[in-house]
């Protein structure tokens, strides 16, 4: 499995992205696909994840703001996001694994990471 990550950018505080992640080799209908992110300095947390069958979960701070939704036909998941704040700053990684989990460690493949930075 390869997992393409595009879409991040600079974008101004209370700004929108959507960030793509394209999975070849295997189709990304079969597994969990999670979104992560990681800050300079910090380690890489949990953003939101999707379920093989499209139930969604999100780590507290984005929950209204952030959806994440896949195109079973393109192979693509998407991570929309919304109201974005300067603390959203970081580079956002997807990741592919068996079942839903929120740690990097349920997650065997990952995408290269897209850059994404709000400004205030």
């Known amino acids: 499995v390869q997992l393409q990550a595009s879409g991040g950018g600079l974008v101004q505080a209370g700004g929108s992205l959507r960030l793509s992640c394209a999975a070849s080799g295997q189709t990304s209908s079969g597994y969990s696909v999670g979104w992560f992110r990681q800050a300079p300095g910090k380690e890489r947390v949990f953003v939101g994840r999707?379920?093989?069958?499209?139930?969604?979960y999100y780590t507290n701070s984005v929950k209204g703001r952030f959806t994440i939704s896949r195109d079973v036909a393109e192979n693509t998941v998407y991570l929309q996001m919304n109201s974005l704040k300067p603390e959203d700053t970081a580079v956002y990684y997807c990741?592919?694994?068996?079942?839903?989990?929120?740690?990097?460690?349920?997650?065997?493949?990952w995408g290269q990471g897209t850059q994404v930075t709000v400004s205030s």
């Open positions: 990741a592919v694994g068996p079942s839903p989990s929120n740690s990097p460690s349920g997650y065997d493949y």
């Open positions: 999707i379920s093989r069958i499209g139930i969604t």
